[in-house]
């Protein structure tokens, strides 16, 4: 498949970029780290996302706006 084909299904099918879908799911799965190991520290889920430690947050909440309690310690964390 080329790169045109996949842009114009994803668009045609899921009304998204890839771009967008690639955030989506680091967001997903930063998200899921947390709440799975309440120990794990933002630089390791930074590493397993792609997004520097001091983006993470920031990420987090742009796709999702009511951010629950488990991540509000995100923006109260030191880089």
Do not use: C, W
């Not at 780290?33 to 120990?39: A, C, K, T």
């Not at 889920?45 to 796709?63: M, P, R, V």
Request: net charge positive.
């Amino acid at each position: 498949m080329s790169k045109k084909i996949f842009y114009k299904y994803l668009d045609q099918n899921y009304k998204v970029l890839p771009g967008a879908l690639i955030n989506t799911i680091k967001v997903l799965k930063a998200r899921s780290l947390i709440l799975e190991n309440p120990d794990i520290t933002i630089e390791t889920i930074s590493k397993f996302t792609g997004y520097s430690a001091s983006h993470l947050y920031k990420k987090i909440k742009q796709e999702d706006q009511s951010i629950p309690e488990e991540l509000s310690i995100l923006k109260e964390l030191k880089y």
